[in-house]
């Protein structure tokens, strides 16, 4: 794994499996049964757009990307006011337009527009923990691993990431189990299922250490061992917008298939907020199964793929 471009490899998970998702976006289960499952790249759907459409996930995770990359280094200033052009002028984008932006995020780029003070502008209220700061943390967790940063310097970073947009504890947590997902899958052992499980372990063990995270880490309890929870009934998967239940639908959803196809069909078959959980599941996937596990047929209709790999493969 180590001879791969992991940047390549996590960012285009992400990016296709938002661009999976995007078509049957806030479809119910049930409706999407009905219409009949998504079985590869479609266009149309819910913002009827051209097939291979990626949206705000891959925007903001890109923004990110391209800042971290082009200077080496971590500038959050710099990143948010890459979200900035991307949010007013469609930077980032598709074709040039920005679209389906979650609240949480539109009101912390607002008020880093008025104030500049990336310390407040993310949301702290119990109902900003949606999966928005979760859907872009890729870029962070790359950097953290890229750089060898122990755990307390690699969750300071990830939790600063998260808290541009979501600030509240619960977000600040989800994303940092996901990083310990990211970094358990690139230097753990054995199958996926048990890389994961190390990255539960290693987070939950962290997490643990200081009595104020218990609450907030007890709702993800479910994650804490993924033998378990893997036996879950898919109907008891929710695939809403709650960071909680993306993270949870994304995992559920890898750790039940067997190869990249399979893990992203799984995940945007589960419905409702469905560029999203695909997008979290796609970066842990590429991750896994690296970026030549993308089927081919889904690479060529993605949107400014080159543009994308380009930044992936810059130096810094």
């Not at 200077?71 to 002028?89: A, C, L």
């Amino acid at each position: 794994m180590s001879e791969r471009n992991i940047w390549l490899d996590g960012i285009m998970g992400v990016v296709t499996g938002d661009a999976l998702g995007c078509p049957v976006q806030f479809l119910s289960r049930e409706r999407l049964r009905e219409r009949g499952p998504v079985t590869g790249m479609e266009g149309h759907g819910t913002y009827d757009m051209p097939v291979g459409t990626w949206t705000d996930d891959s925007s903001m995770t890109l923004a990110a990307l391209d800042s971290i990359r082009e200077s080496g280094e971590v500038d959050f200033d710099d990143i948010m006011t890459r979200f900035i052009s991307w949010y007013e002028d469609g930077a980032y984008t598709p074709y040039g337009k920005a679209f389906d932006i979650g609240n949480t995020c539109s009101l912390a780029i607002e008020d880093y527009e008025d104030h500049h003070d990336c310390s407040s502008c993310g949301r702290t209220y119990e109902d900003s923990n949606g999966n928005g700061s979760l859907m872009r943390i890729m870029p962070f967790c790359l950097y953290a691993y890229s750089r060898h940063l122990d755990p307390e310097a690699a969750l300071k970073l990830v939790h600063t990431g998260s808290g541009l947009t979501h600030d509240h504890l619960r977000s600040r947590i989800g994303c940092g189990l996901y990083y310990f997902c990211v970094s358990s899958i690139l230097d753990g052992s054995g199958t996926l299922m048990e890389r994961m499980q190390q990255g539960m372990d290693r987070g939950f063990s962290y997490y643990m250490q200081d009595r104020r995270n218990i609450g907030e880490l007890a709702y993800y309890e479910r994650l804490k061992d993924l033998t378990v929870f893997s036996k879950c009934s898919e109907d008891s998967i929710r695939s809403s917008g709650y960071i909680v239940d993306s993270l949870e639908a994304a995992i559920w959803s890898v750790i039940n298939t067997g190869d990249f196809r399979e893990a992203l069909l799984r995940a945007v078959n589960l419905a409702g907020d469905a560029d999203t959980v695909g997008a979290i599941a796609g970066g842990l996937a590429g991750l896994y199964y690296g970026y030549d596990s993308i089927p081919s047929e889904w690479l060529e209709v993605i949107q400014k793929r080159e543009w994308i790999e380009q930044l992936c493969l810059k130096d810094g």
